[in-house]
Antibody, heavy 114, light 110 residues
Framework: QVQLVQSGAEVKKPGASVKVSCKAS????????MHWVRQAPGQGLEWMGI????????SYAQKFQGRVTMTRDTSTSTVYMELSSLRSEDTAVYYC???????WGQGTLVTVSS | QSALTQPRSVSGSPGQSVTISCTGT?????????VSWYQQHPGKAPKLMIY???KRPSGVPDRFSGSKSGNTASLTISGLQAEDEADYYC??????????FGTGTKVTVL
């Protein structure tokens, strides 16, 4: 069955970077784009960007341009999302989603606090 | 890329129908037939309920239906049930391989 398993919760200081992983299984990894979506506490869903696991091409929401980098490792069917220059407003649960967003990871809580 | 506009909340009694609107622009909702809807229960990951405006993934009850007119998409839940109480988000393709979510709507079953 399709599974997206994300890395564990992180606590970071302002100005630092965080790298969240999403390991896919149960489908052909290179056949479906991977989305990254975040949700701040008590807030709505926010689309961050997308990566094509086949060729590695990416598209990012304008808001995150220059601060986010999405990469993939086809040998382990894993996608990574790195967000830099963290600030308190980046505290959120970060989700990966694939197979046309029919499948989602369990979410990774990133807390930014001094 | 401004968020799509949804009503903050809608409510209905069991068995009734409710409709959630999702208003964008000609650059997103109105420009493409790629609107999806997600249901999210507290503390859980979102669940895809509708894709490509009106298609239902397997396993989603046919009580859920989607449509679009101009720059506004809609999700209708017919025969409302207690388990439908959740937050609902629309999402639209916005060109250049980018997407935008709606502001979210809380559905309350009275």
């Amino acid at each position: 069955q399709v599974q997206l398993v994300q890395s564990g919760a992180e606590v970071k200081k302002p100005g630092a970077s965080v790298k969240v992983s999403c390991k896919a299984s149960g489908y052909t990894f290179t056949s479906y784009y991977m989305h990254w979506v975040r949700q701040a506490p008590g807030q709505g869903l926010e689309w961050m960007g997308i990566i094509n696991p086949s060729g590695g091409s990416t598209s990012y929401a304008q808001k995150f341009q220059g601060r986010v980098t999405m990469t993939r490792d086809t040998s382990t069917s894993t996608v990574y999302m790195e967000l830099s220059s963290l600030r308190s407003e980046d505290t959120a649960v970060y989700y990966c989603a694939s197979v046309d967003t029919a499948y989602w990871g369990q979410g990774t809580l990133v807390t930014v606090s001094s | 890329q401004s968020a799509l506009t949804q009503p903050r909340s809608v409510s209905g009694s069991p068995g009734q129908s409710v409709t959630i609107s999702c208003t964008g622009t000609s650059s997103d909702v109105g420009g493409y037939n790629y609107v999806s809807w997600y249901q999210q229960h507290p503390g859980k990951a979102p669940k895809l309920m509708i894709y490509d405006v009106s298609k239902r993934p397997s396993g989603v009850p046919d009580r859920f239906s989607g449509s679009k007119s101009g720059n506004t998409a809609s999700l209708t839940i017919s025969g409302l049930q207690a388990e439908d109480e959740a937050d609902y988000y629309c999402c639209s393709y916005a060109g250049s391989n980018t997407y935008v979510f709606g502001t979210g709507t809380k559905v309350t079953v009275l």
